[in-house]
């Protein structure tokens, strides 16, 4: 099994501070079509997850350019440059190299 | 633009079958070879992967929940479906479908975002 970790499991922040969350994979999640699986998503309160970023760094379509990815292997980071009053919410981290998939605990992150 | 909608029994005995269908809308559920998923939420918790299958019927299961789980394709309905047998109050969920991705023509892997709405499980005699 692939065991996702994020670190930290909540957040306050400002709003227009930048905030950082982590995610380590216990495998790593380059394949050997040299795309790494590491997905970010969003879940509001009350709705469906939305994903934010693929295969790392890749903002998926209508995504602010404030939220960014990046890391390799097996350790990977959620940025948001600064933060607003809807981004609200749990995020979630989940590789897709090791199918069907697995998630991160998730992060709630609230607005201070 | 695909729309997913999960149904089924919003409540399950224990020792049962929960079975759930996954209607999918917009296009055709065979058009690409689609990667379509199955993930739960338990009241207050995170989201787990049951299960994920492309739509030529190839399934990936969570090694945690193998033993009870089955998923299939129905290309004539534009549905697919999901089993788990043996069902204990630990798995009352908010039960989530959704298209997670796709293998376009050239052979690429494309990220898709479609999920259905959810559809709460309770498992209760």
């Known amino acids: 099994d692939t065991v996702m970790t994020q670190t930290p499991l909540s957040l306050s922040v400002t709003p227009g501070q930048p905030a950082s969350i982590s995610c380590k994979s216990s495998?790593?999640?380059?394949?050997?079509?040299?795309?790494?699986?590491l997905y970010w998503y969003l879940q509001k309160a009350g709705q469906s997850p939305q994903l934010l970023i693929y295969e790392v760094s890749s903002r998926f379509s209508g995504v602010p350019d404030r939220f960014s990815g990046s890391g390799s292997g097996t350790d990977f980071t959620l940025q948001i440059s600064r933060v607003e009053a809807e981004d609200v919410g749990v995020y979630y981290c989940?590789?897709?190299?090791?199918?069907?998939?697995?998630f991160g605990q998730g992060t709630k992150v609230e607005i201070k | 633009q695909l729309q997913l909608q999960e149904s089924g029994p919003g409540l399950v005995k224990p020792s049962e079958t929960l079975s759930l269908t996954c209607t999918v809308s917009g296009g055709s559920i065979s058009s690409n070879s689609y990667y379509w998923g199955w993930i739960r939420q338990p009241p207050g918790k995170g989201l787990e992967w049951i299960g994920g299958i492309f739509s030529s019927g190839t399934t990936y299961y969570n090694p945690s929940l193998k033993s009870r789980v089955t998923m299939s394709v129905d290309t004539s309905k534009n549905q697919f479906s999901l089993k788990l047998s043996s069902v204990t109050a630990a798995d009352t969920a908010l039960f989530y479908c959704?298209?997670?991705?796709?293998?376009?023509?050239?052979?690429?892997?494309?990220?898709?975002?479609?999920w259905g709405q959810g559809t709460l499980v309770t498992v209760s005699s």
């Open positions: 959704a298209g997670i991705g796709y293998y376009d023509s050239s052979g690429y892997y494309r990220p898709i975002d479609y």
């Open positions: 495998q790593s999640l380059l394949h050997s079509d040299g795309k790494t699986y």
């Open positions: 989940m590789q897709g190299k090791h199918l069907p998939g697995a």
